[in-house]
């Protein structure tokens, strides 16, 4: 998802008053300094103008969230640790200050049982240009032509230029299955297709 926003929507561009602004390395600059209710909102928004009248009003930014634990909870081995890491909520006990908030390997398990995999602790493996079948120097050129970027430590040689090739890797890896759901017509297709 990362990818295709960064793709789609210049999310590794940063303006001038952007930068000026400390915002070079905000993920979603746009949204710095919003609240929680006005993002609630708009994301509120958006799924509802999709929505067909007799049924939008049911539906909202908290309609994603409940989707996700709704299917997670589902899976055999599911915990409430384990939805809890993933939805960002509280177990409401006292457990809640020993475990590590920022230890995003807590969510896997959960991320799984979204991907619907019988072993919850499947390892994640992050798709490298190395580990595609595809010529590497081809890989990078469509990296440069897809992404625009001016945040230097995305720059190849510094420390997130690896960010780039993951997520130019993950494009590559999941072209398939996009264009198998989305249809050739996909926004995001197209621009794969247009630059490649």
Request: overall charge neutral; hydrophobic content about 35%.
């Amino acid at each position: 998802m990362m990818a295709m926003y960064c793709m789609c929507e210049n999310g590794l561009y940063r303006s001038p008053q952007q930068i000026s602004s400390g915002l070079t390395l905000a993920v979603f600059p746009l949204l710095h300094g919003k609240t929680d209710e006005y993002c609630s909102e708009k994301t509120t928004k958006v799924i509802q103008s999709v929505l067909p009248e007799q049924v939008k009003d049911q539906f909202s930014a908290k309609s994603l969230r409940q989707a996700g634990i709704n299917q997670c909870s589902k899976h055999p081995h599911m915990t409430i640790f384990h939805l809890c890491a993933l939805s960002g909520e509280s177990t409401q006990t006292t457990v809640d200050s020993y475990l590590d908030a920022d230890d995003v390997g807590r969510g896997v398990p959960a991320i799984n049982a979204l991907h619907k995999k019988k072993n919850l602790f499947t390892p994640v493996v992050i798709p490298t240009l190395d580990s595609l079948r595809t010529d590497k120097e081809s890989a990078l050129n469509l990296m440069s032509a897809i992404f625009q970027c001016n945040i230097p430590k995305f720059s190849r040689g510094n420390e997130l230029y690896i960010i780039m090739e993951t997520f130019t890797a993950s494009l590559i890896m999941h072209y398939p299955q996009l264009r198998k759901d989305c249809g050739a017509d996909n926004r995001v297709t197209n621009m794969l297709m247009d630059k490649h």
